[in-house]
């Protein structure tokens, strides 16, 4: 077991050693000069050198290369070109909402998903696979962030049933973050749900009509444990070993979704730093993403050397 | 050799008359047969005239405000009503569509540009080129795609081109993939080497057979893509990280939708409405050509499901109806019957198929065949011939879309035919149990073994965790594994073929049932485990008298193990006779053939005899007659 | 099936002391470990002569073959033909040993590309080894396909429209359209019904007495290479335990692994398998060795 976690943890080494480098390297793919691109209108020689000195931009490339480094092992990852504050702070602070977010989304896909899946995949064909397939693919053309619009829509403005803006942090209200976490939620959470239960259904089906299915069956092994007991475990491990790139997906699509609730998190942190030019935090912020990324996949790798005995390395 | 039949009888699509010589003329006639994708094409190409109509079709200049009609709901000047700048919403609609339509194709464009090429390197060489260049690819795809769109925006700015490329290289990793997996898949096809063979350079092989078939998992893909690009493409315009607000897009109509929802609510539907039917009218759409390209439709027989089912009902009715008594059963079988001794005593088994068009078909006709205490009863036949069809009749383990249509099953006595599953459930294991002829797969792979094992132990015979595990450990030695214990843990890929098949059988053999079914248990294995495994069928039979139905396509077998054998053609039993009459004297032609033509009976000089030309042409006249004399009945 | 021998002096193929390996993909650190599938394993083939090779998985068996057709690299030993050592050939056989020495494999379906007619598999082959002239192409093709037993209408047939023994024959006509010396059988028949591996295996014999070609045919059926082998060699975990003839081979095996094999093998009457069954008992009683890898 501890092998395993080891292994994985040696994998990612040189992926994070990758990605800091081409995040580095990121500032000097923009045309022109960064300076320039801040300043905007206001840009002249001596405005964008002036600027360019202020924020260690004409220091020569290794020199900033080591820097960089030194900074990442201290835990700074850069500080933001507007505010002044460390990146990692602005991340810290932004990091709950975001995380609660994902967290309801993924709850709502796994359950919805998994139901519908093996809804459909324990009796393939049948009118209730037809219906629970046609139902995932409708739910997977619809954008998260028309759901949370219309959601918003019906139950915030027009019945009032919901708060418009949603987020309350659990630290000061639970009932009340709980609440607000309803409707985003539900959003985020149905296209998951339907990649879930796509993969679930072939799962299941695939499961149901493997030979061990009749070995059992043929010791007398009733259906429904059949199904429960031993299709289900062996449907989980395709369905796990996609589960990263769901919450990838999910991570993305949040970005919209905290948009429409208005939601203080990472993503309306990265889009606001975007358009207002303040690279060091898209900088920083796409490190931390990343790294956040791969340590989720590392904890998913692990449950699923668990979960599927053939993968552990011997 | 030959396999048994699958679990699921999978009909083959009914030809439509007429022959495509070429390729596409097959692929656009399978698609036509769908009736969802052909409505997704028809609206992909709607949204396409009016992309390139836009001018013609819009009322309005999108960017063109009317300060007088700001917000307006729907009215007959403007039909989708205005937003806050009193912009026609029905124009921008329309204009929006060639945004969308040429993003999206530009983005699967750039993403099939770099990424074919990259997998294409990758697979070739193998080597450092893969490991290195997957790394890459892995974690590209690991990202949130958004982030790497706000990552080039960021940098590059934001105009249409950029917004392509960066969606592109979204999509890049999935192409690398994907065309790495084709590349991997052929180079290992056994014609690549039948090719080298044959003198062909490798390259040239290779290039000549993948390109080929990447051009249908590209397009596939590329119409998948097309969806997810367009999403993503809404989500960033919708985000402002898309194009300049000044263009109409969908996304950004619908940012506009968000703000205004209090007063305006009916800026949100015909944006969204139209980005769920464009993404879903491309998914359809990518999927069937999907189904088409790889000429897999997996036509589950639901048809004949039900079918069989009231036939079922038909034939249990009809069964009850006649009263059955008790106690022997006259008939027409040859066997002997052995009365207080039989195990199992099948009488007149038919079991029917449902066929595409709606009629049915017997696969097997008025079989009967008894297995006594402690016989080894050997059902002899080739692919195709029924035998195993029979066996899951007796099992009660029928594929959907069969089903029993007549003849009786008694089980020590117990009719079985007919009976409800619930019931079966608790006959078998306790009084028959079967194994099956792959062992790897005949155990799930995600349990341990000891978990399996215990399975019947404590399901029929009532034992707790310990005690079960006890008796597992006693089961397993004796049908051989060492360290028994140690082994109830492992994974049954932990096990060799035929260490698993003896899994297979303890299992089997755990609640003393009196009938084991043996389907094709060792035509998997090699020649020297097969003799173990069938030695140790052997012994368990010597040491605990259970009866056993031995189903094998091999003449070897039956001679090496069986008491009697009965022979299995076309859906008949031809003959049945204790196994020395069988093999010195056969009274069937089929059966005489069959002996004729094994290699191992042959001469050493000479040629072999094989069965077909006239003779086959005779065996099947035979069966003929029997089936026209039936239905004459 | 015993046809006249060339008793020429040199032998067709001389294999000697050939070993072979496979490479396992390298770990975390790229370390390259090679896994001995053949070890030092030598025998002859002579003109006009089949060989039976036979085995069971894992054997290395197949290996041996692919090593013969340079498809894999061996680590050791050679391999002369006609006289010449191709083991030094480097990467890529010289194209006259692809001329006369040809393969046919197991899985009839897998060998033919399924986009491709039947006769384009023939056609490609002639067309690489020079032959440029289209009609000759076509006559030449026609020919093979008539010496296999089959017809015209098949040409135009592409492979999955073809039962499987049907298959196997358009495999047999591109290993042969050339005329080869040597064709490696590959388990040519195991996938076959067993009415069809008799007629493949009658088409085989016909076709050496006619064309003096040699086999070395790979089965893990010893009775199937009991009909068809003036030799036979037992190749057991890499090593060949024993080469005879097939008389000596079926009623005087010397290596123990040979005995076993016979023994388990199923006969084909029931007469004596008490004795059979018993035996084999006495050996597993009296073997220390661990028969089966856990």
């Known amino acids: 077991m501890l092998k395993l976690i080891l292994y994985r943890l040696a994998l990612a080494v040189p992926q994070l050693l990758l990605l800091s480098f081409l995040v580095f390297t990121l500032t000097y793919m923009v045309p022109g000069s960064p300076a320039a691109a801040i300043l905007g209108v206001a840009a002249n020689p001596e405005s964008i050198a002036r600027l360019e000195q202020q924020l260690g931009l004409d220091r020569p490339f290794f020199e900033r290369l080591i820097e960089y480094y030194a900074g990442l092992f201290r835990g700074d990852f850069g500080t933001s070109f507007v505010s002044g504050r460390p990146v990692l702070e602005l991340f810290a602070e932004r990091l709950p909402a975001t995380v609660s977010l994902i967290a309801g989304g993924l709850l709502v896909s796994i359950v919805l998903g998994l139901a519908l899946g093996i809804i459909g995949g324990t009796k393939p064909g049948s009118f209730r696979d037809r219906a629970s397939t046609a139902f995932s693919s409708v739910s997977m053309s619809l954008p998260e962030f028309w759901i949370g619009i219309i959601l918003l829509l019906i139950f915030a403005v027009q019945l009032g049933v919901f708060p418009v803006v949603s987020y309350v942090p659990f630290a000061v209200d639970p009932i009340g973050w709980m609440r607000g976490l309803i409707l985003p939620s539900i959003a985020l959470g149905i296209g998951g749900a339907a990649l879930i239960a796509r993969q679930t259904r072939t799962a299941m089906a695939v499961s149901m009509s493997s030979r061990y299915v009749d070995s059992l069956t043929a010791v007398g092994v009733p259906r429904q444990r059949v199904v429960l007991r031993y299709g289900l475990k062996n449907a989980l491990v395709p369905v796990l070993a996609s589960t990263g790139l769901t919450i990838s997906i999910m991570l993305g699509a949040s970005f919209s979704v905290e948009k429409v609730f208005a939601f203080p998190g990472i993503g309306a942190l990265m889009l606001r730093s975007v358009t207002g030019k303040d690279f060091a935090v898209v900088q920083g912020g796409v490190l931390l993403i990343a790294i956040m990324v791969i340590l989720v996949n590392l904890i998913l790798d692990v449950s699923y050397g668990l979960l599927n005995p053939k993968s552990r390395p011997s | 050799m030959s396999e048994t039949t699958t679990t699921a009888i999978t009909l083959s699509e009914p030809d439509d008359g007429r022959r495509h010589t070429t390729n596409l003329g097959r692929i656009v006639s399978r698609m036509r047969r769908q009736p969802g994708t052909i409505v997704a094409g028809a609206f992909i190409l709607f949204l396409a005239t009016v992309a390139l109509l836009a001018p013609v079709v819009a009322p309005y200049d999108p960017t063109q405000v009317f300060l007088d009609n700001v917000l307006e709901p729907p009215s007959a000047q403007f039909l989708l009503g205005t937003d806050d700048l009193g912009r026609d919403q029905l124009s921008r609609l329309i204009y929006g569509s060639q945004i969308v339509l040429l993003v999206a194709l530009g983005a699967v464009i750039i993403a099939a540009v770099i990424g074919v090429p990259l997998g294409l390197v990758f697979g070739f060489n193998g080597g450092w080129w893969d490991r290195i260049g997957m790394r890459f690819v892995d974690m590209a795809q690991a990202l949130p795609g958004m982030l790497i769109g706000i990552t080039v925006v960021a940098i590059l700015g934001r105009n249409i081109v950029i917004l392509m490329f960066a969606i592109g290289l979204i999509g890049a990793s999935l192409f690398a993939r994907m065309t790495r997996a084709v590349v991997l898949v052929e180079r290992n096809k056994l014609y690549v080497e039948a090719a080298e063979v044959a003198g062909l350079p490798r390259r040239q092989i290779i290039f000549g057979q993948i390109l080929p078939n990447l051009v249908g998992p590209i397009v596939t893909q590329g119409s998948v893509f097309l969806g997810s690009a367009i999403m993503i493409e809404s989500a960033m315009s919708f985000l402002g990280i898309g194009l300049p607000s000044e263009i109409p897009t969908w996304g950004a109509m619908l940012s506009l939708a968000l703000d205004n929802q209090a007063v305006a609510p009916h800026l949100t539907w015909p944006p969204g409405i139209a980005i769920v039917l464009t993404v879903l009218a491309f998914s359809v759409f990518g999927d069937g050509l999907n189904d088409a390209l790889t000429g897999e439709r997996k036509r589950l027989p639901r048809l004949g499901l039900r079918l069989a089912q009231a036939e079922e009902e038909r034939a249990a009715r009809a069964a009850t109806s006649v009263s059955t008594a008790p106690g022997a059963v006259t008939g027409t079988a040859t066997a002997v019957v052995h009365g207080d001794d039989a195990v199992l005593v099948t009488h007149d088994v038919s079991v029917a198929l449902a066929m595409p068009d709606r009629s049915q078909t017997r696969i097997v006709k008025n079989a009967s065949l008894t297995v006594a205490k402690g016989e080894i009863v050997g059902l002899l036949g080739e692919s195709g011939s029924g035998k195993s069809t029979f066996a899951r009749a007796v099992l009660g383990m029928l594929p959907p879309g069969t089903w029993l249509a007549s003849g009786s099953i008694r089980l020590l006595g117990e009719e079985l035919a007919h009976r409800q599953e619930r019931e079966l459930s608790h006959v078998r294991g306790t009084r028959m149990a079967a194994v099956f002829q792959d062992p790897m797969n005949a155990l799930s792979p995600v349990h341990t073994v000891g978990m399996q094992l215990t399975e019947p132990l404590r399901l029929h015979k009532g034992m707790n965790r310990t005690q079960a595990r006890t008796r597992a450990v006693e089961l397993l030695e004796r049908v051989g594994v060492r360290n028994a214990l140690a082994r109830l843990d492992d994974y049954p890929h932990q096990f060799s073929g035929g260490m698993a098949q003896r899994v297979a059988i303890a299992m089997a053999l755990a609640a003393d049932p009196e009938l084991l079914i043996a389907d094709e248990a060792t035509s998997a294995l090699d020649v020297t485990t097969q003799a173990q495994v069938l030695d140790l069928i052997l012994d368990l039979r010597d040491e605990y008298g259970m009866g056993v139905l031995m189903i094998t396509h091999s003449l070897g077998v039956v001679a090496e193990t069986c008491d009697r054998a009965a022979v299995m053609y076309r859906g008949r039993i031809v003959e049945d006779s204790p196994v020395a009459t069988l093999f010195s004297e056969p009274r069937h032609l089929y059966t005489r053939s069959l002996l004729d033509a094994n290699p191992a009976n042959a001469e050493t000089s000479g040629r072999l005899v094989t069965i077909d030309g006239d003779l086959r042409v005779e065996i099947d006249g035979l069966i003929d007659q029997l089936d026209a004399e039936e239905d004459a009945r | ?294």
Do not use: W
Not at chain 3, 64 to 73: D, Q, S
Not at chain 3, 198 to 218: K, P, R
Not at chain 3, 263 to 270: L, M, R, V
């Open chain 3, 1 to 294: 099936m015993t046809g006249d021998l060339h008793t020429s002096a040199t032998p067709l193929l001389d294999v000697r002391s050939l070993s072979v390996g496979y490479e396992l993909p390298a770990g975390l650190l790229g370390r390259r470990k090679v896994v001995p599938a053949v070890e030092d394993v030598s025998f002859t083939i002579s003109h006009g002569e089949t060989l039976g090779f036979v085995g069971e998985s894992g054997s290395g068996k197949s290996t041996v073959g692919k090593a013969i057709l340079r498809l894999v690299p061996p680590l050791a030993g050679h391999i002369v033909f006609d006289g010449r050592d191709v083991a030094d050939d480097g990467a890529r056989a010289p194209l006259s040993y692809r001329r006369d020495v040809q393969a046919v494999f197991q899985d009839p379906a897998a060998s033919l590309n399924p986009r491709q007619l039947a006769s384009h598999a023939i056609e490609t082959t002639l067309r690489r080894h020079g032959v440029t002239d289209r009609i000759e192409i076509r006559s030449r093709t026609l020919e093979a396909f008539e010496m296999v037993g089959l017809t015209r209408d098949h040409l135009q047939r592409f492979p999955n429209e073809l039962s499987g023994g049907q298959q196997q024959r358009v495999a047999i006509a591109r290993a042969l359209v050339l005329q080869p010396r040597l064709v490696v059988c590959d388990e040519a028949v195991s996938a076959l019904d067993l009415s069809t591996q008799g007629q493949i295996i009658n088409l085989l014999g016909d076709l050496q007495a006619a064309t003096g070609v040699s086999y070395l045919f790979i089965a893990h059926d010893l009775g199937l290479v009991r009909h068809i082998a003036h030799r036979v060699g037992v190749m057991s975990a890499g090593s060949l335990v024993e080469l005879a003839s097939t008389e000596q081979i079926f009623d005087a095996p010397q290596h123990p692994y040979t005995r076993r094999l016979l023994g388990a093998t199923p006969s084909s009457h029931p007469d004596g398998r008490d004795e059979r069954r018993a035996r084999r008992q006495a050996f597993r009683d009296a073997s220390s060795v661990v028969l089966e890898a856990p």
